[in-house]
């Protein structure tokens, strides 16, 4: 009988990049068990549907979240990723990780972070 777990790999990938923002694909890989290739399909998947945006920084992309987004199951729908994001990780992501990280808006408490 095979493993699983509570959440998708589209969960893990995005908590991931919102805890880590600055992750390359490898390393999301690494971290959430998966293949890089899976990893870019999912950030492929996560960027159409507006929960993440990245940039390029040098070499590497830059994502963003967007923690106001619906969670996309029906019973879930009035609860935001960053709900989720919060629960997983105990807080709210930590903007200021470093000074390229990008801003973070959380509409529940009002607070916009921008580390700039």
Not at 43 to 48: F, G, P, R, S
């Amino acid at each position: 009988m095979s493993e699983w777990g509570f959440l998708t790999n589209q969960g893990l990938v995005f908590v991931f990049i919102a805890k880590h923002p600055e992750s390359t694909a490898r390393q999301i890989a690494t971290a959430v068990n998966i293949t890089e290739w899976t990893v870019h399909k999912i950030i492929d998947e996560l960027e159409k549907s507006g929960y993440i945006t990245r940039r390029r920084v040098g070499r590497q992309n830059n994502y963003r979240v967007n923690l106001n987004l619906d969670l996309r199951h029906e019973t879930l729908r009035n609860n935001d990723v960053g709900d989720l994001v919060v629960a997983l990780a105990g807080s709210e992501p930590d903007v200021n990780v470093s000074k390229t990280r990008p801003f973070i808006n959380n509409k529940k408490s009002g607070k916009k972070h921008n580390n700039q």
